[in-house]
């Protein structure tokens, strides 16, 4: 048997209100439990080993947590793997201490930062100059889909040997079809960022004939730097009253309004995985989402894929949808056979295989 101290996981990103990395994280924890890991987190879990770690280093305290926590993973975290006398590492973010004796394993969730750099923005550093070395340096690298894959050998130069890619899933027990009547409106799930391409699909909407019937509701939480320019372009369309900012949805409520939802619309530019496109189609909603990065590895023939710089061809979609009811039953069919192909007991059953291997 595994003893207890060999494996720690480094979990002092988890985020109150459960985002990408939060839910990953959590969903593959009971898939690992046989490995009987050391969770490094700053509120223990039943059942797991815990060691403390300080609870205000994420990023719910913005770039200051961001920096609290790198310097404690430089700083203390090989303190505790010498302490634990751990064997291996697992990080589900980026992050690791460098240029120590600690092995490790990390997921790489996308490289948006990368393809979307910002001047001046710390994350765009991050992704730059720390993040490479962690790979450079990790025993083996693991990422959510080979369009992250090949960002990885592409933008670092890291062989693809070190790599494996292992879709994500869904928690099947929450989003699934509910059986409840259609209301009027189309859902985009997710943050404000450019690259998430709002202000096209605000536009696109806009174009959809007999606008006036339908709303657009755009769940995920406000944020100062990107909201107020889309609220400005709803007032210029004069969608006020159509176009509905939501903020962040409870985990909870979700199936809920996915379930009502026209469609999900999710136009992205980039995506590491797309995790509302499965869940989405997991509860039997057509989706509409971009031809490009790993969408289309999630999505399969079960949604219409656009390319999300036109915005007419997302206008057009959204019509179809909205109108043609055998092309509605057809998706939904296609969603759900499309969702059932993924699980949490196959992505952390791949993850525990190659955690194994480095133990």
Known sequence: MIESNQLLINLSFLLDKP???TTYALNLLPHLRFLVPTLLLSKPIPSYNHHGVPPNQTAEQGAKGHLRRLIWAQRQLPRIYKQRQANLLFSPIPEAPL????RYIVTVHDLIPMRFPKRFSALTSYYRYYVPQVLTQAQHILCDSKATAEDITDFFGISGAKITPILLAHDASQFRFLNLPMSNYFLYIGRHDPYKNLHRLIEAFAAVPNVVDYELWIAGPTDKRYTPTLQAQVNELGLKNQVKFLDYVPYDQLPIIINQSIALVFPSLWEGFGLPVLEAMACGTPVITSNLS?????????????????TGEITEAMQAVARDWDLRSRLHLLSLNRASQFSWEKTGTATAKVLQQYL
């Open 19 to 21: 985002t990408g990395t």
């Open 294 to 310: 790993s969408l289309p590895e999630v999505a399969g023939d079960a949604a219409i894929l656009i390319n999300p710089y036109n």
């Open 99 to 102: 240029y120590t004796n600690c």
